[in-house]
């Protein structure tokens, strides 16, 4: 089993940041892929970055590509979200995969084993 624990989120103004983070527990070496995902009321979750724990390779939704950045230290995985967007409010969650395929393809909640209680992340215009 892992544990995730999401701190940060907030409000904040269109065009500002904000950072994420999420530290795992437990077995962390389970955990072959670790994402961020976001979620609004009605709407499915979607991908928003991850990043493959063997060697750091990261993939962003072409939403936020230029804007987030997902980085990792030991079993802290941290989210840099520059320029946001009112479309970016949403509820963030960290998830961990066991999958050893969860780099292959986009991001599907699916291929995810493990989350986090979500944090919100609120944009204003």
């Known amino acids: 089993q892992v544990q995730l624990a999401e701190s940060g989120g907030g409000s904040v103004q269109a065009g500002g940041s904000q950072s994420l983070s999420c530290v795992a527990s437990g077995d962390t070496y389970r955990a072959s892929c670790m994402a961020w995902f976001r979620q609004i009321p009605g709407k499915e979750r979607e991908g928003v970055a991850r990043?493959?724990?063997?060697?750091?390779a990261t993939y962003y939704a072409d939403s936020v590509k230029g804007r987030f950045t997902i980085s990792r230290e030991n079993d802290k995985i941290s989210l840099q979200m520059n320029s946001l967007k009112p479309e970016d409010t949403a509820e963030y969650y960290c998830a961990a995969s066991e999958k050893a395929n969860c780099h292959v393809h986009g991001m599907s909640k699916w291929e995810y084993d493990y989350w986090g209680q979500g944090t919100q992340v609120t944009v204003s215009s």
């Open positions: 990043i493959r724990t063997m060697n750091g």
